[in-house]
């Protein structure tokens, strides 16, 4: 296909398509005359790809380009192109905590040990979930380290389906797209499904039908 029908169906304007080439996102087209080159459906699939982890996932150009390239190595297993993909989207909040940080790690490395989790402790989930440990205390909610371990197992359980929805996948760029989009939308949809359930429970628990 040429230069417009690609754009025509990625949805990618033409001058972008032009820009992931210059700068290495993107292969080049197969030259057909001087000034025309022929695309295809890889191509396509890239464009995808790209703008998943761009406008989903939110990584800077500079960091695509790392993922791309670990996609791109043979020598790659499959487990380290989805942790370099998940390892640039894991939220982080930037400040620094403070001292209390310590004690959050320490307590993160413990759940992990625990557990047997095959999770470094100072990754960016783990220092993610350091700093909301640490936001817990400082709002009175230290208690609430308590409930680690039964998130843990829910958490456990959403992995597996995860992974098991990921592991459908065939194309390498598949298995990346499967893990921007699962990790940033299916947090969201994870968050919401939480909070319908907590109605349901309220409801049970202390609604005027409860036990009347």
């Known amino acids: 296909m040429r230069i417009g029908e690609l754009s025509r169906r990625s949805g990618v304007p033409v001058p972008t398509i032009k820009f992931y080439v210059r700068e290495g996102l993107l292969p080049a087209g197969r030259l057909t005359s001087p000034n025309q080159a022929s695309y295809d459906d890889g191509h396509e699939r890239r464009l995808r790809l ?19 390239r670990a996609m791109e190595d043979p020598a790659q297993p499959v487990h380290d ?8 989207i894991a939220p982080l909040q930037g400040d620094d905590p403070g001292p209390e940080l310590e004690d959050a790690r320490e307590d993160v490395a413990e759940l992990l040990k625990r557990r047997g989790w095959l999770s470094e402790a100072r990754s960016p989930g783990g220092e993610s979930l350091a700093e909301v440990l640490v936001a817990l205390r400082r709002a009175g909610y230290g208690s609430f380290v308590e409930l680690l371990d039964d998130y843990a197992t829910a958490a456990e359980q959403v992995a597996r389906i995860d992974l098991d929805y990921v592991g459908r996948r065939v194309a390498r760029e598949d298995l990346v797209e499967s893990v921007v989009v699962g990790t940033v939308l299916g947090e ?10 907590h109605v349901d429970a309220s409801a049970r628990l202390y609604g005027e039908e409860a036990g009347g």
């Open 50 to 68: 790209i703008r998943v982890l761009l406008d989903v996932g939110g990584l800077p150009l500079s960091a695509i380009g790392e993922v791309l």
């Open 81 to 88: 192109v989805l942790g370099a993909a998940a390892k640039r």
């Open 188 to 197: 969201a949809m994870f968050a919401a499904l939480r909070r319908l359930a």
